[in-house]
């Protein structure tokens, strides 16, 4: 039997980190929709290739809640960078011919620019996600100040 505080194995903790990934990605949804309504040029293109990593970093924290923040940086990064180099074989671009999906996920063409946009993403990424478990790692002053008692 699960103990309180769990369900079904899975401790309090690791559900607020999931909760906290889906509500990231979909915000970050959101901003994607935001700049492309509101920005043009190159603050869309490259905003938007660090938005897209961004969702990656926390639909990688949604499916693995306890990998490390730089390991789910280094992975968000490496998908993005894995599907803009697969740009250069032409299969994405075919696929995006026939699907608005396959083009919003898998773009048609290489730019090596955006390498660098996708980068940018999985360090501010991190740096959230970092920072966000270092501040739940931190003892609270009333909780350090009541171990002194």
Not at 30 to 56: E, F, N, P, S
Not at 94 to 109: C, F, K, N, Q, V
Not at 132 to 146: F, I, M
């Amino acid at each position: 039997m699960a103990s309180a505080g769990t369900s079904a194995g899975i401790d309090s903790g690791t559900n607020r980190t999931r909760l906290s990934a889906a509500a990231a990605a979909l915000v970050t949804v959101g901003a994607g929709l935001i700049l492309r309504a509101v920005a043009a040029g190159d603050v869309a293109k490259y905003g938007g290739d660090a938005l897209y990593t961004v969702l990656v970093l926390a639909l990688v924290v949604l499916a693995s809640p306890r990998m490390t923040a730089w390991k789910a940086g280094a992975l968000a990064l490496a998908v993005s960078w894995g599907i803009e180099f697969s740009q250069l074989t032409g299969v994405p671009a075919e696929l995006s011919r026939h699907s608005t999906a396959a083009r919003l996920i898998l773009g048609s063409t290489f730019d090596a620019p955006d390498l660098l946009g996708y980068a940018a993403g999985a360090l501010g990424g991190w740096l959230v996600v970092a920072s966000r478990r270092a501040g739940r790692r931190r003892p609270s002053a009333t909780a350090a100040g009541e171990r002194r008692r």
